[in-house]
């Protein structure tokens, strides 16, 4: 069974209760929640009676119009929105994933990886379980259905002591609404509230991946979902319990670093303002003479600005980032080299000619992309490029919900620094340190950080993807 590939998902998820048209509101939140997941998005509503759903592949705007909403209409509502790295099947491990249970019909969205996903699916097919997907996530519904616990708040308290690694998820079953965080708090989970709508008698609640989805709802931020928390709404109201002790938390830095939007408020931090002081901090760590700073856009955007502020260095956007590039595209016949990376960028020759240029990413991953910017900056006239990367180079996968390749094509896992400066083509290259990350994140304050892509430290124990298990754990 070779499913862990598909395994490493980036998601973000939304659930709304209780609102007239929840299945709108919904959607609205999966629509900024956009950047999280492009392959596949869904929805499941409840009228307060029986649960619909629709899912299909491409883009949220694409998946969802006026009709398929008003077949979805719904006083509670949770979405998804998934990128993964699955082939043709991938509508198979679309999310929710929606079962008839002996609790009565439930579904669920998740953002993050259970580790022992594959072992507990293992000895759930030995007892005779059918599994109908090949996502993670399935091992939770049936962990759900077969908990011995009578109450279904029960049944899922006792599947998410069971499971082990990144989950930050949300639940509808006919009259309710759970979310969830895993007890490390490795992904983030929004709670807030929308006033009551005039002739309702209570607050709308919401939940999402990301405070982002608030802004457009306009739903006020309240506070994270905490680690080994489970908050449930019902008729009853709002009650919480934690199911599980809480470990140190490990909350993904990676967020902070590329991956929520920087007009989040995501682990009770705006992104934007880490990213700020990455940049900042980076200049003070990495300085270099040179006559303008240049993000790659837009992963690199807040971070040179923080560059450029503390270096003193004019902030140039010589970089043009073309934003609606789908995931294919027509070639012409005679191949045009570096062609992908024009399709998204273009260069301004007139900024770049003569100059001495600071070019700001965010990361580097495989290498590739970098290789051929440099490129681009160079060929648009540029004297020199300095490569400053707002992060610590990438040595090791995630495990935990973020799509990275394995350890043999990070390039970081497998070059020196001045290996992967001379692979780029860059005249010098520097990374942020992890000090200055974890500083520039503000570490302690309110969160404390898995940086296993980093280090190769991962916070849990046991897993089971073979690739993780050499490598050294830390509690
Ligand atoms: P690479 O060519 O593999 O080195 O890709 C580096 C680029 O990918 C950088 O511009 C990053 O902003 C972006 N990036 C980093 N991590 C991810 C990720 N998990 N998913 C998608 N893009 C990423």
């Known amino acids: 069974m070779q499913i862990s590939d598909k395994f490493r998902e980036e998601c973000g998820v939304v659930a709304i209760h209780a609102h007239p048209e929840a299945e709108k509101l919904a959607y609205l939140g999966l629509h900024a929640l956009q950047h999280r997941g492009q392959e596949s998005a869904g929805i499941v509503t409840s009228d307060g009676e029986r649960l619909r759903a629709h899912k299909s592949m491409g883009l949220v705007a694409d998946i969802f119009n006026e009709e398929v909403l008003t077949s979805l209409r719904g006083i509670l509502a949770i979405g998804h929105t998934r990128y993964s790295t699955a082939g043709d099947s991938a509508l198979l491990n679309a999310q929710p994933i ?15 990886n259970l580790v022992n996903a594959l072992a507990i699916r293992a000895k759930l097919e030995g007892q005779g379980s059918i599994f109908q997907t090949n996502s993670d996530t399935e091992v939770l519904v049936h962990l759900i259905a077969l908990s011995r616990e009578q109450t279904l708040p029960d049944a899922i308290a006792d599947a998410l002591r069971r499971v082990e690694g990144a989950f930050s998820l949300v639940m509808i079953s006919r009259d309710r609404i759970f979310a969830a965080r895993d007890p490390r708090g490795f992904r983030p989970l929004a709670m807030g509230h929308l006033a009551a709508l005039t002739g309702e008698k209570k607050d709308t609640v919401v939940f999402a991946s990301e405070t982002c989805a608030f802004d457009l709802l306009g739903a006020t931020y309240e506070r994270d979902v ?40 995501v682990f009770g931090r705006t992104v934007d303002l880490s990213r700020d002081a990455m940049g900042r ?29 503390e270096s003193g260095i004019p902030f140039r956007l010589a970089l043009i980032r073309n934003h609606y590039v789908g995931r294919t595209f027509i070639e012409p016949q005679q191949s045009v080299r570096d062609f992908g990376v024009k399709l998204k960028l273009n260069a301004i020759r007139s900024l770049l000619e003569g100059k001495r240029v600071v070019l700001l990413d965010d990361s580097i991953v495989r290498g590739t992309t970098s290789k051929k910017i440099v490129r681009m900056i160079r060929n648009a006239g540029a004297k020199e490029v300095h490569m400053r990367i707002s992060c610590p180079p990438t040595i090791s996968p995630c495990f935990y919900g973020v799509d990275t390749p394995s350890k043999k094509q990070l390039i970081a896992a497998n070059k020196s620094i001045d290996e992967i400066r001379d692979y780029i083509g860059a005249d010098s290259l520097a990374y942020l340190s992890l000090e200055g990350l974890k500083k520039a994140c503000a570490e302690g304050e309110k969160t404390t950080y898995c940086s296993a892509c980093y280090t190769g430290h991962y916070p849990t124990k046991w897993v089971d993807v073979e690739e993780i298990q050499p490598v050294q754990v830390s509690e």
Not at 234 to 249: D, H, K, L, M, T
């Open 226 to 265: 905490k680690p080994g928390e489970l908050v449930i709404v019902g008729p009853e109201g709002i009650s919480s319990r934690f199911y599980s002790p809480s470990p140190a938390q490990s909350s993904c830095i990676f967020e902070h670093v590329y991956f929520s939007r920087p007009d989040s408020i």
């Open 98 to 112: 929606m079962v008839q249970s002996n609790k009565g019909a439930i579904a669920i969205a998740h953002n993050g």
């Open 281 to 309: 901090q980076l200049a003070r760590e990495a300085p270099v003479d040179a006559d303008i700073v240049v993000p790659v856009p837009d992963s690199g955007n807040t971070a040179a600005i923080g560059y450029s502020a």
